[in-house]
């Protein structure tokens, strides 16, 4: 795997002028009446792998779904504050959600495989968010997708099977396929490997570092040691008064070797 | 006191079980036994003759397959058009809560309500006469609670997983429908289809005096004045007449003919119920 750049502490002083991606601005986030997350700050750069660590129930997986506005299919939550991509509020009058989340590829938990073959899979989003693609040009994204998710050999002689014939992470590497044939801008990935085995958790780590150099991923992990090998900048949500808020954001090794935070410092000792 | 608990209960619901399934199999093995002398080649391809104690019932076979298919036609779009607006489309519960309850009013509908309407309306008001159209409306309008609710309760067991993988992929919500919804509900739609189709099949109240006569129809060339024959009044007929025992053979083999029809129904539509049963599965 390669080694990560060396970045310093504060945002504001960053090593990579990047460009801003998400800016999330005094997000907060209450489901019938309980307050899941509180006065959220962080901005993601482009290209930069951006990890959410953090206790289970502090809010991880809500804040990656109000990236995109998954969050709208759970109509109890009632999000507040800001989410600008590009610049742009996504939830200004005018905003197409479809197409921000058509922008912003998900990897969710567990792989969500359609029960058909793995080639009409991998094509399931691209045919239906751009239109009157011939048949060719079809066959070649999903070839060109399912090599950058490494799975076009093992797949090659049997597209045509049921998907469902992959082991589970084969399944996650067509998930990340079917993703990155839309040719997403970002990928949110809500811990993408917890089902998996360490071979095919190591094959999607060396997959994501690879992405970012065309990608922004947003990645929601339990495990620190991944953290640490595939992130640029860590945010830790903590909970506090039962809301999860961001106890530290800063560059990946600041946060998990020079933590000046007691409850970052408590998760990362104790989990 | 537990453990004659846990034999009482078990054997109480196994007797009710084998009463239920004695029976049904006993209500076959009656049709059967008085129906089967009268089912030959004949019985099934002439039409009726003198008053039903002679010839066949082709027409009113016929007849009763124009109805349940009229009725199946008007029915899939409707009852998925609500089901959808019920399960996706309703915002507030408020609103599904209403339709649920229009949905269960419209079950406890008695039949011949449904003939009453069918006749005010369509016979009289729109001056249809006998029509097979009406009885195929009527008979839609009927099964409809039966096949819509079906079609909820599958749409509703949708692994929420699959709408939520596509609507992550940035698929419009018409999309969805079309390309996850719908795929993985056809199995209630057939179920509850085939359920309300068995029950349309047998109807007579709301189709006697709106769309069947008991002889002198063939096919139907138009829609006003055009009745059909069908199965179920030509039964209700040969009833009233059954001391006859020409008449009696004839009325039990029509009755073995109608249990065979809705018992071919679910034989035909099985493989393809279970296919998409897997399918759904995944």
Request: proline share 4%; hydrophobic share 50%.
């Amino acid at each position: 795997m390669k080694p990560k750049d060396n970045c310093l502490l504060d945002e504001s002083v960053s090593t990579a002028p990047a460009r801003e991606i998400f800016r999330i601005s005094n997000l907060s986030v209450v489901a019938r009446g309980k307050s899941i997350l509180r006065n959220v700050n962080a901005v993601i750069k482009a290209n930069q792998v951006f990890g959410i660590i953090g206790p289970s129930g502090a809010g991880k997986s809500t804040l990656l779904r109000c990236l995109n506005r998954l969050s709208d299919l759970t109509p109890e939550l009632e999000v507040t504050g800001s989410i600008e991509y590009r610049g742009r509020s996504i939830n200004a009058p005018g905003i197409d959600a479809d197409a921000l989340r058509a922008s912003t590829g998900f990897l969710f938990q567990q792989p969500v495989i359609f029960p058909t073959s793995i080639y009409k899979n991998v094509i399931f989003g691209l045919r239906h968010i751009r239109r009157g693609l011939s048949f060719a040009q079809l066959r070649e994204t999903a070839e060109s997708a399912l090599r950058e998710a490494a799975l076009w050999e093992e797949v090659k002689v049997r597209l045509h099977d049921s998907a469902l014939t992959l082991s589970v992470g084969q399944q996650q590497r067509l998930c990340l396929a079917r993703v990155l044939a839309t040719q997403p801008d970002v990928i949110l990935m809500d811990e993408p490997t917890s089902a998996l085995d360490p071979k095919s958790t190591a094959a999607i780590e060396e997959l994501i570092l690879q992405l970012k150099a065309r990608h922004t991923i947003v990645l929601v992990t339990h495990n620190v040691p991944q953290a640490r090998r595939v992130t640029d900048w860590l945010a830790c949500l903590c909970l506090r008064d039962g809301a999860g808020e961001i106890a530290e954001s800063a560059c990946c090794d600041a946060v998990l070797t020079n933590s000046q935070c007691r409850e970052v410092i408590e998760y990362l000792n104790h989990g | 006191m537990r453990r004659a608990s846990n034999v009482i209960f078990p054997a109480l619901c196994g007797f009710c079980a084998f009463l239920a399934c004695g029976l049904l199999f006993g209500l076959v093995f009656v049709i059967a036994q008085r129906g089967l002398p009268a089912i030959n080649w004949r019985f099934i391809t002439e039409e009726i003759r003198q008053v039903g104690s002679e010839g066949g019932i082709f027409y009113n076979l016929i007849g009763t397959l124009i109805l349940i298919g009229t009725a199946c036609l008007v029915v899939v779009p409707l009852a998925t058009g609500l089901a959808l607006t019920h399960a996706v489309y309703a915002r507030k519960a408020s609103t599904r809560s209403r339709l649920g309850l229009f949905l269960y009013t419209l079950n406890g509908i008695p039949s011949i309500v449904f003939g009453i309407f069918g006749f005010i309306v369509f016979v009289k008001y729109f001056n249809w006469g006998k029509s097979w159209l009406t009885g195929g409306l009527l008979l839609a309008l009927m099964i409809l609670p039966t096949v819509t609710v079906a079609l909820i309760e599958r749409i509703k067991a949708l692994p929420r997983k699959y709408l939520e993988a596509a609507t992550g992929l940035g698929l419009r919500q018409s999309q969805i429908v079309w390309s996850i919804i719908l795929p993985q509900s056809w199995s209630g739609l057939i179920t509850g289809g085939l359920l309300g189709l068995a029950r349309a099949a047998g109807e007579t109240a709301p189709i006697m005096f709106t769309a069947t006569i008991f002889a002198g129809a063939s096919i139907p060339h138009g829609v006003r004045e055009s009745p059909v024959l069908s199965l179920p009044y030509h039964i209700f007929i040969l009833a009233q007449d059954s001391f006859d025992p020409a008449v009696a053979a004839k009325l039990w083999g029509s009755a073995l003919v109608l249990l065979a029809l809705v018992f071919a129904l679910s034989i035909l539509a099985l493989p393809l119920r279970l296919r998409l049963h897997d399918e759904a599965q995944g």
